[in-house]
């Protein structure tokens, strides 16, 4: 009896079991196949981080797949990512103030294990230069050019090899400044010019006769050079503007360097063309030609200051005729670059009514044939060059 009265709960039990279990089955069976066709389930994807450890002086930026990453910093360690497995190519550079290049370009796998990127101290040094002079400086290491810096600009140079002697050298050739270095690892150091306050400046004068006053910004006279002189005179450093003057009169006026590195040298230009003062003392008119080219009418009496005649000897050629004579002549004067010239016209004697004649000038003049003297002349009446 008392194993009938276990065994008929057990069977009991179990009938209202099976259907259950069925039931569960068949949808366990379902969710195994949706697994197998890919419809709620996705595989991890594998990642990863990149190290990188610099030993170098400063700050270097980083890419991968060229693609910046950020920095990392002078004397240490960052770490970038997450990255997909795979192989990824890392660059490191240094990037500032306009100056770029690489330290290390790395080829790195990422998979379960880190991947590390070393910058190892780079042989090259950082040379910061500021230009505070007009003209623009070149740059020298041990003999050898590494760049140009433009006049009031700074700039930062890279130094391959850094050790031993930095000049600093005009578009002359002149060294400005000198300094030892010995940087590695992208060490920094600083060269400056800073000019001094005034330079110089050697003036000559190419006139043979006569003396010139040589005239600053302001108008004052800072030197007067004799004839043919040469004189050194100080300036404020940069470009000066001068004035070279005779009798108060400006012959030239130029802008030149006044350099404290560089020997800065100005020779006057004196003018090409000048005066000639004329005078005739015929009763009759008298055209004057210089280099075949008419100049002006002189009339009887009368004196003439002729503008814009070569300078230098020049041959001048006069013609006129009068009742009882003439002129048919040509003669040799010169004229100089700041004073000028003067040339009188011979005088012709005329016939004294006792059936003789004489003149001042070559005798026997025939009829003089006319010359075009329809433009009109390049001349100031009454007034003369001073010797």
Same mark, same amino acid.
Request: one cysteine or more; aromatic letters at 6%.
């Given at each position: ?84 497995? &795979? ?53 020298? =290491? ?72 040589? =005239? ?126 003067? =040339? ?32 009109? &002349? ?10």
């Amino acid at each position: 009896m008392l194993n009938n009265r276990v065994f008929v709960p057990v069977v009991l039990i179990l009938s209202l079991l099976m259907p259950t279990a069925a039931f569960a089955g068949r949808k366990g069976h379902s969710r195994d196949r949706d697994y197998a066709h890919g419809r709620n389930h996705r595989a991890p994807v594998e990642q990863g981080y990149i190290t990188v450890r610099n030993d170098n002086d400063a700050a270097l930026e980083v890419l991968v797949r060229g693609k910046v990453q950020g920095e990392v910093d002078a004397m240490s360690t960052a770490r970038f990512g997450p990255f997909p497995e &795979g192989n990824h190519k890392v660059r490191v550079r240094f990037n500032r103030r306009g100056l770029r290049f690489p330290v290390t370009v790395q080829k790195v796998y990422v998979g379960h294990g880190p991947a590390r990127v070393f910058a190892a101290q780079a042989d090259v040094g950082l040379l910061k230069v500021r230009n505070d002079w007009v003209e623009p400086m070149t740059v020298v =290491l041990n003999g050898r050019s590494v760049g140009t810096i433009g006049a009031n600009q700074k700039q930062l140079f890279k130094l391959r090899d850094a050790y031993g002697r930095v000049e600093l050298r005009t578009p002359r050739g002149t060294t400005a400044l000198t300094k030892h270095v010995s940087l590695q690892g992208l060490q920094r150091d600083r060269v400056a010019i800073v000019p001094p306050r005034e330079g110089t400046v050697t003036i000559t004068n190419p006139s043979r006769q006569h003396a010139l006053d040589i =005239l600053c910004a302001r108008g004052s006279v800072v030197a007067t050079l004799p004839p043919s002189a040469r004189r050194t005179v100080i300036q404020p450093a940069g470009d000066v503007t001068l004035t070279a003057a005779y009798r108060g009169q400006a012959i030239q006026r130029t802008t030149v360097l006044s350099s404290p590195y560089d020997r800065s040298a100005w020779t006057v230009a004196l003018p090409t063309r000048s005066t000639l003062g004329v005078r005739n003392p015929n009763r009759f008119s008298v055209d004057v030609f210089v280099g075949g080219q008419f100049f002006a009418t002189v009339a009887g009496n009368d004196k003439l200051m002729l503008d814009n005649v070569p300078v230098g000897h020049i041959q001048v050629e006069l013609v006129g005729q009068g009742r009882r004579g003439g002129i048919s002549q040509v003669v040799s004067t010169r004229v100089d670059a700041l004073s000028g010239g003067f =040339l009188p016209i011979p005088q012709v004697r005329v016939a004294d009514g006792r059936g003789g004649s004489s003149s001042s000038c070559d005798s026997g003049y025939a009829e003089v044939p006319p010359r075009d003297t329809s433009r009109r &002349g390049r001349g100031r009446s009454r007034s003369y060059a001073r010797n």
